[in-house]
């Protein structure tokens, strides 16, 4: 199962899309965002008392793959930072160059246990998937549990490949860090496919998760990253240093984000800044706004392949801000 492409991300009724026995490609069907798309039409024309808490209304569902470790505990990775689920013959993983590689799709990549304890040996070995552009890599797990979605409460804490636990169906789940993991499997990793970017990136989002979730991420990838978790946390930041690109969540504790890119625009030295919004949607009035601010793009909070690839067209020297939107 692979995600759907990011021209379909704004759709949210697909959950990915896969290839059958007799090679056709099909689009699988999301419930839960036919659910949401139809939801509150069906909730006003509903029987009394079916109508959400304020709880319900603000909590924010996150997409995410439950898995087992190596002890049997729960572990989870966000859906969109998957590329696919395979399950191997334990005895196709080879050893070469010191390191655990399966042939995948007719090259080798590298086999990373989520957990010591996990042996590579097993009749089947369920892999999970990840994909940076010329980067990938296996990483195995004991078992694939499920595909969640769920508002996330996440307790910090935990072991260096950890970025804290949550309750998932009333389990305790470790959500993993896969910026540990990636150095495993290629080292320099951040190095490959050519020169990285550059630049001084400011990320912005009152979620402690997305900010170290997304930082790694954006460091690897070759960005001078610094992270704020408030507006105006990230106003004292561009005025000590200017700011070549922004990322920033649309909803920071009750303010728009928007607020956030209008001062900067006043800005001169942070004026001409490249903006990415992070959200789960946003009704015309906002993305109206969002235009006359100058946002480039507006992207899912864990879309990280999209995040990436917006960054990389807006710094593009033939991108217009303006053939974005109309398109």
């Known amino acids: 199962v692979k995600p759907v492409s990011r021209l379909l991300r704004d759709i949210n009724l697909f959950s990915g899309n896969t290839i059958l026995g007799d090679g056709a490609v099909v689009l699988i069907i999301d419930p839960n965002g036919l659910a949401r798309r139809f939801g509150s039409d069906a909730l006003r024309n509903g029987a009394e008392g079916t109508a959400p808490s304020a709880t319900d209304e603000l909590a924010e569902p996150d997409t995410i793959l ?30 070469s160059g010191g390191r655990a590689r399966i042939q995948y799709r007719g090259r080798l990549i590298p086999v990373v246990p989520v957990d010591p304890e996990i042996s590579l040996a ?162 015309e009035a906002e993305l109206d706004r969002a235009r006359s601010l100058g946002v480039h793009d507006i992207v899912a909070k864990f879309d990280r392949s999209g995040l990436l690839a917006a960054i990389a067209e807006g710094t593009a020297p033939e991108t217009a801000a303006t053939e974005r939107w109309a398109a």
């Open 122 to 283: 097993a009749e089947r070995q369920p892999l999970v998937i990840v994909s940076d552009g010329e980067r990938t890599m296996g990483l195995a797990v004991r078992e694939i549990v499920d595909v969640v979605e769920c508002a996330l409460a996440i307790e910090p804490g935990g072991g260096p490949d950890s970025l804290g636990s949550a309750i998932v169906r009333g389990r305790a789940t470790d959500l993993i860090d896969l910026a540990a993991y990636l150095p495993r499997a290629h080292e320099g990793w951040s190095a490959l496919g050519g020169a990285p970017p550059s630049g001084s990136l400011l990320l912005v989002d009152d979620n402690a998760f997305f900010r170290e979730m997304l930082t790694p991420v954006l460091r690897a990838a070759g960005y001078r990253v610094r992270a704020a978790a408030s507006l105006e946390e990230a106003m004292r930041a561009v005025s000590v240093e200017a700011v070549d690109i922004l990322v920033t969540d649309l909803e920071l504790g009750g303010r728009s984000g928007l607020e956030l890119v209008q001062r900067l625009r006043r800005a001169p030295r942070n004026a001409q800044a490249l903006v990415i919004g992070l959200a789960s949607g946003l009704d």
């Open 66 to 95: 439950v898995f087992r470790g190596g002890a049997g505990d729960l572990k989870a990775l966000p859906l969109a930072l998957v590329t696919r689920l395979e399950e191997v013959d334990g005895s196709s993983i080879e050893q």
